[in-house]
């Protein structure tokens, strides 16, 4: 691994705007469990499709029971060496955005302004309103729903209220995505971080970049359908593997 790494270091020397994109992989070093992994979420739970959320009460309190029951891996969670190093990056600026699939705001907690962040698949540390796309914090959506069994309704319009994620069958955020593209048509190396790359369209986005003439990166700790385009392919842990860049 240390000639990968040292491949790394000089693609990010000869960079000035690099874009890097993450998925689950990067926060199952801090303790997040993944989606798709042999540990995977799915394998023991169901998602709930957005339809059937937003159509049954039964399935809205489906949801929200498993995000209000124990003590939520994503609340407990910190950044890790991989979100640390990624944030040192973009400090100094050599990273001009840090694209995300992940909900758990780890980039965030690392110290990366929001302004560098796009999350294509929202954020789970608050709701919104379906219609008129208020925001609530967790902690009193929790307490009322905990103390009397009551479903999250909008204080101002009386719409659905339901976690700030992107679930199945819900519409993907067109402005997250238009400013993923813009930002993958404009860097000179993307680097994809443990990601499987099968969740279209935010999959296509390192080809996007390749497209457009930027150097392309992938670590990930198993293969991507991508690796065959890539510049540099490293299987490590992330952690270890950034912080060595550093």
Known sequence: MKEEVKVLK??????????????????????????????????????????EFISSEEKRRERWSRQFSGTSDVARAKPNSGH?????????????????QNVDGLHQKSGIPDDRIIELHGNSNYAKCLECEKRFELL?????????????????????????????????????????DAAALACD?????????????????????KNAGAKLAIINNESTNLDVLCDLVIHAQIGPTLSAVI
């Open 189 to 209: 190396l993307f680097i994809a971080i443990g990601s499987s790359l099968q969740v279209f369209p935010a999959a296509s986005l390192p080809q996007v970049a």
């Open 140 to 180: 009193p959506l929790k307490t009322e729903f905990l103390a009397q069994g009551t479903l999250p309704t909008c204080d101002l319009c009386g719409g659905i209220v339901k976690t700030a994620t992107i679930s199945f069958g819900q519409p993907m955020p067109m402005h997250a995505m238009e400013s993923a």
């Open 10 to 51: 000089d693609l990010l020397s000869k960079s000035n705007r690099v874009v890097i994109f993450t998925g689950a992989g990067i926060s199952t070093e801090s303790g997040i469990p993944d989606f798709r992994g042999p540990q995977g979420l799915w394998k023991t739970v169901s998602p709930i499709d957005f339809t």
């Open 84 to 100: 640390m190093a990624i944030a040192k990056l973009v400090a100094i600026g050599k990273v001009s955005h840090v694209i995300t």
